[in-house]
Structure formats: C-alpha cells, structure tokens
C-alpha cells in the first residue's frame, strides 16, 4: 500500500502538470498518479493520509495546494476525491485538518487557511456542502456505476519567489 500526501490529480490545465511530484511515507516521488502509476504496476493500493486547499484571507496563508476564493475550495474537494475515486486500487482519504490554524501560526510557523471551520467554528459552508455532495457519491463513483465530478478547481498561483532572497 501506498501512503500519499498531497498527491496531484490532473491539475495540469492550471499549471499544476502531470509530472507534479507526490510524497510517499518513504519521501518525495517524481512520479504522477494521475495514470494510476504505481498501483497499476505494483498492485499497491492508494490511501491519501492528508490533503487540503487553501485560500489566502482572514489574516491567514493559503497552504501548500491553492485556489482562487472560497468557492473554489468546494470545487476542488469534489474534483480530488472523486477522481482519486476512480482509480479501482483507491481506498481513501482524509482532509488534513478540522480548523484552521491559528494567525499567529503554529509551532513550524504555518498559519494556513485550510479547516473546515475558522478559528471561531464557523463553517466553510462552500466547502461543507461539497464535501456531503461528494460523500453521497464516492461509493457509486469506485464502483464506476457513475462519473467521477470533472470540474477543474481555479487554482491561484502562489507569489513569485523574490530573487533577492536566498
């Protein structure tokens, strides 16, 4: 079995291409799985140990995967587990965490805009929704009894690098 965070699946047309790398329990890959890579020749099951989009705004960073609003946070929830879905050696996921990080960050210093609900429990209610809408279906969608949600989220694209800093 193959443990996956934040694996890409098929982002390429907002530039979030094919070869995009995946990280393993064992460390970084190269490879893609938008092909079913590894599982189809290895026989390996998929589990995604954790994953996320994240929105800059309300004093917090966006996170490592980002798209451009709110909304788009429901879209992208569709998108990912369904695909993943898809694949016949897909046996789950988890979102990474319930709440957001705190503003002030973290121990490692994220402050990321990536809960379920703020930090006054207030719910995403966008991404909420998707997420009942994508659970009623997952089943249905690994059994290939119907499609998989094909809407490609809007990603945003993170800030250059500033080339004076090294």
Same mark, same amino acid.
């Given at each position: 079995?193959? !443990?996956?965070?934040?694996?890409?699946?098929?982002?390429?047309?907002?530039?979030? !291409?094919?070869?995009?790398?995946?990280?393993?329990?064992?460390?970084?890959?190269?490879?893609?799985?938008?092909?079913?890579?590894?599982?189809?020749?290895?026989? =390996?099951?998929?589990?995604?140990?954790?994953? %996320?989009?994240?929105?800059? !705004?309300?004093?917090?960073? =966006?996170?490592?995967?980002? #798209?451009?609003?709110?909304?788009?946070?429901?879209?992208?929830?569709?998108?990912?587990?369904?695909?993943?879905?898809?694949?016949?050696?897909?046996?789950?996921?988890?979102?990474?965490?319930?709440?957001?990080?705190?503003? @002030? !960050?973290?121990?490692?210093?994220?402050?990321?805009?990536?809960?379920? #609900?703020?930090?006054?429990?207030?719910?995403?209610?966008?991404?909420?929704?998707?997420?009942?809408? @994508? %659970?009623?279906?997952? %089943?249905?969608? %690994?059994?290939? @009894?119907?499609?998989?949600?094909? @809407?490609?989220?809007?990603?945003?694209?993170?800030?250059?690098?500033?080339?004076?800093?090294?």
């Amino acid at each position: 079995m193959r !443990g996956l965070e934040l694996a890409q699946w098929g982002w390429e047309a907002q530039g979030y !291409g094919r070869s995009q790398p995946a990280a393993e329990a064992g460390g970084p890959r190269s490879e893609s799985l938008d092909d079913g890579g590894d599982s189809r020749r290895h026989g =390996a099951a998929i589990l995604i140990g954790e994953f %996320h989009f994240g929105v800059p !705004g309300r004093g917090l960073a =966006a996170g490592l995967v980002q #798209v451009r609003e709110q909304a788009e946070r429901g879209v992208a929830y569709r998108y990912y587990p369904e695909q993943a879905a898809a694949f016949p050696a897909f046996i789950g996921s988890s979102w990474s965490q319930w709440i957001d990080q705190p503003c @002030t !960050g973290r121990m490692v210093g994220e402050n990321y805009n990536i809960g379920l #609900v703020d930090v006054s429990n207030r719910p995403y209610l966008e991404l909420i929704e998707a997420m009942r809408n @994508t %659970h009623r279906r997952i %089943h249905d969608v %690994h059994n290939g @009894t119907i499609a998989s949600f094909d @809407t490609k989220p809007r990603a945003r694209r993170p800030p250059a690098a500033n080339p004076l800093k090294r």
